[in-house]
């Protein structure tokens, strides 16, 4: 029995003789230069850290589960959510739920790329709209800043544990 060597080699087909496809309805490459320069600074935000005079705007949602603490006067919440410009995120915080509003401050943990500090105001002691102002960041977050809206729900209300929801919106900062 004898053993074919079979050999291979790489073969080129010219473009000469081939018609480019229709291009009707695609963009002109003029028009997409302010398209890449934001996708670049996002890319870069990310990546390297603060662009001056761009805030950060998050947006997104997240959930977890609370309890109440300081005779229901507090609610200490973990989970993960998702959040534009920064990814996947581990969430955690305190908001206090009093008469005049709640108020509180939550942490954005991105792993390795550093954390979000995030100030919390809200008009309501149910859940329901908030304001948030990113106050600074760890790491590649360092200098950030910004804010926006918002809805946080506690599920069930008043009860010491529960699930809670997040919904941000970018905004004018708070």
């Known amino acids: ?65 609370y309890r109440m603490v300081g005779g229901g006067s507090a609610a200490i919440f973990t989970g993960r959510g998702t959040f534009s410009e920064v990814g996947g995120a581990r969430l955690q915080g305190r908001i206090a739920l009093n008469a005049s509003g709640n108020s509180g401050e939550m942490t954005l943990n991105l792993g390795r790329r550093g954390k979000l500090f995030v100030s919390v105001l809200g008009p309501t002691t149910s859940g329901g709209g908030i304001t948030y102002r990113i106050t600074g960041g760890t790491r590649a977050f360092a200098g950030d800043t910004g804010g926006g809206a918002g809805v946080v729900t506690f599920a069930p209300s008043g009860i010491a544990r529960g699930h809670f929801a997040l919904t941000l919106q970018a905004g004018p900062s708070a």
Do not use: W
């Open 1 to 65: 029995m004898t053993r074919r060597n079979h050999r291979k080699t790489l073969e080129f087909e010219s473009l000469e003789s081939m018609e480019l496809l229709s291009v009707a309805g695609m963009a002109r490459p003029h028009a997409m230069v302010p398209h890449l320069g934001e996708t670049h600074a996002r890319v870069h935000r990310i990546r390297k850290g603060p662009v001056p005079g761009v805030a950060l705007t998050l947006s997104g949602s997240g959930q977890g589960t």
